[in-house]
């Protein structure tokens, strides 16, 4: 007889971890909005060099610095997009895309 195996699927997204009970607040859009403000000034900084100069290492560190808080880990960083999204829905439709 043959045993069975448990089945394994990686059809739905993983959890990311995120505090749901805020979903959809100013709190859980704060930070999606921090990192968008980053990114312009980051923008910002690099139109504001002229084109024909190398970015000098002094350069390279303002813009660490400004985002440096951004989560480096994938997982981390969808968990600050989930907190203030609707989970059900991007589950919802990942999964509908996948029904066929």
């Known amino acids: ?6 089945s394994i699927s990686a059809n ?5 971890g995120a505090d749901l009970s ?5 709190d ?8 968008y403000n980053a ?3 980051v923008n910002s900084f690099i139109q504001s060099i002229p084109k024909d100069s190398t970015l000098s290492d002094p350069s390279i560190q303002i813009m660490t610095k400004i985002l440096e808080f951004i989560p480096k880990d994938e997982n981390l960083f969808k968990r600050v997009f989930d907190e203030y999204s609707d989970p059900v829905s991007y589950k919802q ?8």
């Open 39 to 41: 990114l312009n000034e």
């Open 1 to 6: 007889t043959a045993n069975p195996r448990q």
């Open 93 to 100: 439709k990942f999964m509908d895309q996948n029904a066929f």
């Open 12 to 16: 739905l997204p993983k959890s990311t």
């Open 22 to 26: 805020k979903t959809g607040t100013i």
């Open 28 to 35: 859980s859009i704060l930070p999606v909005i921090r990192i």
